[in-house]
């Protein structure tokens, strides 16, 4: 097994790393977590693993109580939460309880919510079974829900005891999610670490065939480096953003495609808009463009999208931004792949094309 650590002074906690359930009830052990357990997780995910993750509770003699909620994006809310808020006041759980987040990122970020508020903050942990979770959403302690229309809009920062990885749990992932998850796989290397996207790009078939060792080590690396950007910046004053890196123009592609296309597909082609910009901007050449290029269609991830209309896109930017009383800032790549830089970008002009090169696969 694999361990990182995040650290965060008192919040610290290790990510583990491994192949199977096995050695849960040790990390439970080490986390010197005494109190009643609750697992939720969703319906698909129930499906599939609770059961294998369930009994490896209960051969180390521990007792866990299960909770399924309804999978999908549209059950990240407070409606969830509240049903959540019932179940455990029904088991009259004290503050030593723990919650169990088994799922991909609407349960880890439903979950996380519920610890943070109820009876004003109890453990939880995390165990991600998408690629997205593993290696995005369950590393940095954003957790929350959505509210009339706006993601992620209603939520705390709230770090995890520990984060139990199983990369076996990636079998029975539907391929299309887990093609979704390797976008931001590849954002973490293209910010911040060369060495790691080419990589990625080298693996990129054993990635798709779920090669264990492969993916242990890619999930270690990705993992190292969002917790690094975390440990430096934990409630995003600044570092952090260059987690956004493709997030720009992506988030507003995901709002008026009308979430018809995943959230890594529209970072997908959210890097390329912001890669192009670089390009436009005489940062960045055109090789290196076409590189990133390569490896997202290597993964089966879209690079260009036809019946987009660029006003709208652009015009969701600008929403977005006064949602979030910023200024319309880019991740932009500089010279390398591993250097970005925070760009104010008011050249409508500029956007516009950058935007408008993904209607043709250039
Ligand atoms: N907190 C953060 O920092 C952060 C970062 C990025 C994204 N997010 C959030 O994460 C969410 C997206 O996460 P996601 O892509 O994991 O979505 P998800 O949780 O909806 O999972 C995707 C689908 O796969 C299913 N699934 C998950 N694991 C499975 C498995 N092992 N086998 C079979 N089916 C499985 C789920 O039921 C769901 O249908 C969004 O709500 C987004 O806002 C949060
Ligand atoms: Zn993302």
Redesign the pocket.
């Known amino acids: 097994m694999l361990k990182l650590n995040v650290d965060l002074g008192e919040r610290s906690y290790p990510i583990y790393i491994t192949t199977n359930y096995d050695s849960i009830a040790k990390s439970i052990q080490d986390a010197r977590l005494k109190g009643k357990l609750v697992l939720i997780t969703?319906?698909?995910?129930e499906?599939?693993?609770a059961n294998d993750c369930i009994s490896a509770f209960k051969g180390s003699g521990y007792q866990v109580e299960k909770f399924v909620i309804e999978?999908?994006?549209k059950n990240?809310n407070l409606d969830t939460v509240k049903e959540i808020y019932h179940f455990l006041l029904g088991l009259k759980l004290d503050r030593n309880a723990t919650l169990i987040a088994l799922?991909?990122?609407?349960?880890?970020?439903i979950v996380?919510f519920v610890a943070a508020t109820f009876l004003r903050g109890i453990n939880f942990i995390q165990i991600?079974?998408?690629?997205?979770?593993q290696s995005?959403?369950?590393?940095?302690?954003?957790?929350?829900v959505?509210f009339e229309g706006s993601?992620?809009i209603i939520?705390a920062f709230y770090q995890p005891r520990f984060v139990y990885i199983n990369v076996n749990?990636?079998?029975?992932?539907?391929k299309r999610?887990l093609q979704?998850?390797l976008a931001?796989v590849v954002k973490h290397g293209i910010i911040k670490d060369e060495e790691f996207y080419e990589y990625i790009d080298y693996n990129c078939e054993k990635i798709l065939k779920l090669d264990e060792g492969v993916l242990q080590y890619l999930v270690k690396i990705n993992c190292s480096i969002k917790g690094e950007v975390v440990e430096k910046d934990e409630k995003e004053g600044g570092l952090r953003a260059i987690l956004n890196f493709g997030h720009t123009i992506g988030h507003a592609i995901e709002t008026v495609m009308d979430f018809k296309l995943?959230?890594?597909e529209c970072v997908s082609l959210g890097m390329i808009g912001a890669l192009r910009m670089s390009e436009y901007l005489d940062i960045i050449d055109n090789g290196t463009v076409n590189k990133i290029k390569n490896t997202l269609e290597k993964i089966g991830l879209p690079t260009s999208i036809q019946n987009v209309d660029v006003d709208k896109i652009y015009d969701q930017m600008f929403y977005d931004k006064k949602l979030i009383g910023n200024k319309l800032n880019f991740i932009l790549l500089r010279k390398k792949i591993g250097e970005v830089i925070q760009f104010t970008v008011d050249d409508e002009q500029l956007i516009k094309r950058a935007i408008k090169s993904l209607k043709e696969s250039l």
């Open positions: 969703d319906t698909n995910v499906k599939y693993q999978s999908g994006e990240k799922g991909g990122g609407v349960v880890g970020d996380g991600p079974t998408s690629l997205l979770a995005d959403s369950s590393v940095g302690g954003k957790v929350g959505d993601k992620n939520g749990t990636l079998k029975t992932l539907p999610e979704s998850g931001e995943l959230h890594g």
